[in-house]
């Protein structure tokens, strides 16, 4: 599968727990997303990388998110002290560079989090 | 806040009939795109609409995109139940923003 991958792709922790997930984009995407999807509602940005420099974060990522993608190819989303309004899907996206097909973001299946 | 807001929020219609969604948004777009997303699964991109393009087609699926009343819409003819899903739309604001912002979605239940 060449796609994008997530892992896990569901966690279940407690109230102040800290959680990572891991992204793995398609190999020659060089930018990565981050979005946040609470139930019945559409994703909302959370940042993105262009290889490995974080070039944009929304402000809904709190200081207590924390994104990395250390080598410009997978990438790991941590959330420290969870909330139970952490509690949504957390996917992932990657896409080529502007200008180049549009920049279609591509998809992964999504880690789910519920916090206990 | 998203900027995207689909119409109707849930659509029930039977096999065969053709669903029609709408999406507004409030900033000027470099394109427009529409997402399939199954229950509790990734979103599968289903078409690319640029600002200067008017309609597009794939297969059973048009989209239209009016610029001047920032809106667009999708249409489905000849609903499958496979074609049970939400459905976003999410607008690209150019090469400098490159994240896209989506709509609260459609729910659409195609029944046999």
């Known amino acids: 599968d060449t796609g994008v991958s997530q892992d896990p792709r569901h966690k279940i922790t407690k109230r102040g727990q800290n959680v990572t997930f891991r992204c793995d984009p398609i190999s020659e995407h060089n930018r990565l997303y981050w979005y946040r999807q609470t139930l019945g509602q559409g994703p909302e940005f959370l940042t993105y990388?262009?290889?490995?420099?974080?070039?944009?974060k929304s402000r809904l990522l709190s200081d207590r998110f924390s994104a990395e993608r250390p080598k410009g190819s997978f990438s790991t989303l941590e959330i420290q002290r969870t909330e139970q309004g952490d509690s949504a899907m957390y996917l992932c996206?990657?896409?080529?560079?502007?200008?180049?097909?549009?920049?279609?973001?591509?998809f992964g299946p999504g880690t789910r989090l519920t916090v206990l | 806040s998203q900027q995207g807001e689909e119409d109707p929020q849930a659509l029930s219609i039977q096999e065969g009939e053709n669903a029609t969604m709408n999406c507004s948004y409030k900033?000027?777009?470099?394109?427009l795109q529409w997402y399939r997303q199954n229950s509790g699964r990734g979103l599968v991109h289903l078409i690319l609409?640029?600002?200067?393009?008017r309609e597009k087609h794939s297969g059973r699926l048009r989209v239209t995109l009016d610029t001047s009343k920032k809106s667009s819409s999708l249409l489905i003819t000849a609903s499958r139940a496979a074609d049970t899903a939400s459905y976003f739309c999410?607008?690209?604001?150019?090469?400098?923003?490159?994240?896209?912002?989506f709509g609260g979605g459609t729910r659409v239940l195609v029944k046999p």
């Open positions: 996206a990657s896409s080529l560079p502007p200008g180049r097909k549009n920049n279609e973001q591509f």
């Open positions: 990388f262009q290889n490995e420099a974080q070039l944009e």
């Open positions: 900033t000027s777009i470099n394109n």
């Open positions: 609409i640029r600002s200067n393009e």
């Open positions: 999410a607008t690209h604001e150019g090469a400098a923003g490159n994240k896209l912002t």
